[in-house]
Structure formats: C-alpha cells, structure tokens
C-alpha cells in the first residue's frame, strides 16, 4: 500500500499571502495519478487538481498542483478568506484502492 | 442540478446492521463507478468500498471484507451500502463520491455528497 505523508500538518498564515503544501508518497505514484481535495466543515470533499496538475471544472486558477513521481505540491497563490480549510492528497494508481494523505489545515494566523 | 444525497445513517449496537443509501442526480448515474469514503471524527478520509458503473465488479477495503456489501440500482440512481457485525471503529461520516470518467473502478473522485453519520456504541 503507498502511504501518503503530508507537510505541514497546520499552516498558519493571511489572507493575500502565498500557500504551499507537500504530499510525499512511499513509493512512486504511477502516471502522476495524484489528486487534491479541500473540505470545509461539515462539508463532503471538493475535487480540485487530477493528474498532479489538472484543474478540475470551476476551480480557480490560484490552485495549481505540480510534482511526479514520490513528491507533489498544491500551491495556493493568494489565499482568499474561502480557502482556509483541510486539503487531503490521494493516489488513485492503484484505483480503486486508493489511498488519502492525513490532511494540512491551513488557518488564517 | 448535479448532486449526491446520502441517508440511512444512525445509532447502532456493536454487532448491529445498517444500510445506507446515496441517491444521485444531474450526471448518466449507470456510466460511473461509484464508491463509499468513510472519515472518522476527527481524523482523515479512508476509502470503504467501490462498484463498477454495471455493478459487474465490486472492491472493498480489508478492514470491512465480509462484513459490508455494496450495491446498486441504475433504474433508481441509487448506490446501497449494507453494513452488518457493526465495530465501534467504524463510526465515522460515510460520503459516496462519484468516480472519475474512464474509470471502470473508480479512480479520483470529482463529486462527493455531504455524508451520513454511523455511530456504533452501546
């Protein structure tokens, strides 16, 4: 099983400033089959980047991810007051047994 | 309006059953694969179990082989869990999420439904 490790655990910071998240798999994850998800309280997860780097319908383009291989990054541009919630990895090459990060909270500091 | 709505969840003894439903609309429901995530409180999501978008192939995760069944009826958009010998460690929020296009299992998931609360406690 690839186990996903994601960095930092809570990431403390403003509105306006620049967010950068890292999930480091085990093992290779294969195609770059590596997607990002946001959840707010209360809330089922949201899609947001397929493939390591694709977009998913309606996100915007202040979310991109990037990274192959063992180390992926979702950098948020400039955080909207919106964008404070927990961001969850998955690898998904192994479909349908895919497996999910523990999550990074990103706070407003 | 494309949406997932998932019901059935509850209070239940250890040992105890349940069955869950998620009731779909807005997408060709019969074309994707559909799975069960489940997310403890307080803790991270866990993949529960998927079904083909013809319910010819099943998957589950090890820790509720034997135990849950997944199922579903194209006529009725709707994707069924049934969960019987219920564990206290399988409380949590249960979400089905829509699987990804050319997936026959599964793959990401790009639409969730809010979930339904499982406590298991006597």
């Known amino acids: 099983e690839i186990v996903l490790t994601q960095s930092p655990g809570t990431l403390s910071l403003s509105p306006g400033e620049r967010a950068t998240l890292s999930c480091r798999a085990s093992?290779?994850?294969?195609?770059?089959?590596l997607a990002w998800y946001q959840q707010k309280p209360g809330q089922g997860p949201r899609l947001l980047i397929y493939?390591?780097?694709s977009r998913a319908t309606g996100i915007p383009d202040r979310f991109s991810g990037s990274g192959s291989g063992t180390d992926f990054t979702l950098t948020i541009s400039r955080l909207e007051p919106e964008d404070f919630a927990v961001y969850y990895c998955?690898?998904?090459?192994?479909?349908?047994?895919?497996?999910f990060g523990q999550g990074t909270k990103v706070e407003i500091k | 309006e494309v949406q997932l709505s998932e019901s059935g969840g509850g209070l239940v003894q250890p040992g105890g059953s349940l069955r869950l439903s998620c009731a779909a609309s807005?997408?060709?429901?019969?074309?994707?694969?559909m799975s069960w995530v489940r997310q403890a409180p307080g803790k991270g999501l866990e993949w529960v179990s998927a079904?083909?978008?013809?319910?010819?192939?099943?998957y589950y995760a090890d820790s509720v082989k034997g135990r849950f069944t997944i199922s579903r009826d194209n006529s009725k958009n709707t994707l069924y869990l049934q969960m019987n010998s219920l564990r206290a460690e399988d409380t949590a929020v249960y979400y089905c999420?829509?699987?990804?296009?050319?997936?026959?299992?599964?793959?990401?998931?790009?639409?969730w439904g809010r979930g339904t609360l499982v406590t298991v406690s006597s």
């Open positions: 807005g997408f060709a429901f019969s074309n994707y694969a």
């Open positions: 998955q690898q998904y090459g192994n479909s349908p047994r895919g497996t």
């Open positions: 079904i083909s978008g013809s319910a010819g192939s099943t």
């Open positions: 093992q290779s994850v294969s195609s770059s089959y």
């Open positions: 999420a829509k699987g990804s296009p050319y997936s026959s299992s599964g793959g990401y998931f790009d639409l």
């Open positions: 493939g390591a780097s």
